[in-house]
């Protein structure tokens, strides 16, 4: 992987949140530490070349959980590939929209969800990947943005290594003890 200046080392990560982007998200939409196969790239212009989201590794079948609470806006076809897309709820905040694709959806519009909540599985055909992953997007209004800004800095980096007690071991001695 190859991170950007001041990014946490992920493709297309942020190395801080853009203005008018809260960190809302509680959870990946796949997984719990996916890889990134392709960050986001945004186009020079409108209708320029670039990749408008992240792809996540996911094997087909795997739940797609919504990253913050909203409303569901829209589950069904798009180009023959299954569409999620959800809109976010933040009070005061600017309108933002989450999209996850290719995605055979459970939920239907209207319906609201939580954080965390199923909105549908991977679909294993669609995926513009080598492998099956999930195309996650993010919008405010018609402009996209790079859906990893809403993950907390504790989401995106694994933080510090614990070490943990082995087993059958006894604990090391404090000096002066």
Do not use: I, K
């Not at 792809?55 to 569901?72: E, N, W």
């Not at 939920?107 to 599985?121: I, S």
């Amino acid at each position: 992987m190859s991170g950007r200046p001041g990014g946490s080392g992920l493709p297309g990560a942020p190395g801080g949140t853009p203005a008018g982007v809260p960190a809302v998200g509680r959870v990946w939409p796949v997984g719990v530490r996916p890889a990134v196969l392709r960050g986001w790239e945004p186009p020079a212009t409108p209708y320029g070349p670039g990749h408008r989201g992240v792809d996540l590794a996911a094997p087909a079948g795997a739940p797609v959980r919504a990253v913050a609470a909203g409303r569901v806006v829209f589950a069904g076809q798009v180009a023959g590939r299954g569409v999620v897309s959800v809109a976010l709820t933040l009070p005061g905040g600017p309108p933002l929209r989450t999209t996850y694709e290719p995605v055979h959806p459970s939920v239907t519009a209207g319906d609201q969800v939580a954080a965390g909540a199923v909105v549908g599985t991977v679909e294993g055909t669609g995926s513009h990947c080598p492998a099956a992953c999930v195309h996650w997007g993010l919008l405010s209004g018609d402009t996209y943005l790079n859906p990893l800004s809403l993950l907390p800095p504790w989401l995106l980096t694994p933080g510090p290594p614990r070490l943990l007690p082995v087993l059958g071991e006894p604990p090391p001695s404090r000096p002066g003890a």
